[in-house]
């Protein structure tokens, strides 16, 4: 290794909140090393975000086309996956080919170094041979990766993570899904949907189960009507694979069987392989500990799923925006969490931002609680869509602290609740709104008389 080369900032990891700020500082006029060992842009583009919406948006087609015969005639529906598999490599992915991406960003004046980055000193990097010395500050973006559970005999068997599943190109004839969260859900719904037999194992007691029981109870009613087995409260065991297929044993309960076996338990961020310990910081914690300003530590940031707000593309982004800003020294509001959107794109879709009833009680306020079922509207009576609104207020203070939109447009509907809790919007001024007729923000209206005066 030879003298190592200063820069002013050096990135690790380039998905979306890493590529914001080494493509945002390069633009500023700083010369910034980006370090990615994968592709440039993440697993949002390639194999989260994107991808997925691509297959949601073809499942929710077919089951539009379904209902036809309920409101408008008949009609006969014919799944195939083939369009939905090349749509997703060619116009999503690119075959999982980041050089666009890459070309973006080195276009913005980043360096970028494909290799796995290793802090070893103060403001030191190194990849591969090269060392790099970063004058004003190290960014860690490294995200996270699926977790995997430590199940006897899981880890010896041909798994899929969300990898794996946006990859197929011939869909399996039936699917176990371990774990019931957004990700679990929206791809358990998709697989169904085109005809796969689907069993949804989760050992929490509902769906779900970090959002309003409300919300569990919807989703579970609807993915069974989808023909999907949901199997909740329940211990796996161990796992066992062989030609024909998966065996997912469980505690108390008859063993579950499948050809697939998807494993979507959450994500962890893996702190270990950045060599922390060279600059203070603790590779066992499970994230890194950031304060408003995003600072990890003495000239380092961390922003998206390190940070340990929530595996987001909107939080990367934004928690990106901020250590921007701090590293440039250019003032703007610290991070404030307490608004935090998050919407899981079944059918219906359930958007949530801050904080649910459960969580809101935890803290001690003073809580009401506002309920409408989309029914109640007449958007949602004319439509036959399932959902709800509920509002969660803290009397004390006459504002929103959390909220959910559950329905065929429950993420765009959230947008109103978001602005209300994020802007402490007085629960009387949201009653004295104007509420367009007839759509489905209007059950939110409804929903506000519940909350008392």
Known sequence: MGEPAVVDVVVLGLGVGGEEVAGRLAGAGLSVVGVESRLVGGECPYWGCVPSKMMIRAANALAEARRVDDLAGRATVTPDWAPVARRIRE?????????????????????????????????????????????????IATGTAASVPPIEGLRDTPYWTNREAIEVERLPGSLIVLGGGAIGLELAQVFARFGVRVTVVEANPRLLAMEEPESSELLADALRRDGVEIRTGVRVERVGHGADGFTVHLAGAEPVTGERLLVATGRQARLGELGLPAVGLDPDARFLTVDDRMRAGEGIWAVGDVAGHGAFTHMAMYEAGIAIRDILGQDGPPADYRALPRVTFTDPEVGAVGLTEAQARERGIDVRVGFN?????????????????????????????GGTSAGPSGGEVLSGLLVAVHGEVPVERLRSMIYTYPTFHRAIEGALPDLGR
């Open 91 to 139: 116009d999503a992915t690119d075959h999982w080919n980041d050089a666009a991406a890459a070309d973006r960003l080195t276009g913005k004046g980043v360096r970028l170094v494909r290799g796995r980055g290793t802090l070893t000193g103060p403001g030191q990097v190194t990849v591969g041979d090269d060392v790099f010395r970063a004058t004003r500050g190290i960014v």
């Open 373 to 401: 079922p989309l029914s109640n509207s007449t958007r949602g009576w004319i439509n036959r869509s399932d959902g709800f609104v509920k509002l969660v207020a803290d009397a004390q203070r006459g504002v929103l602290v």
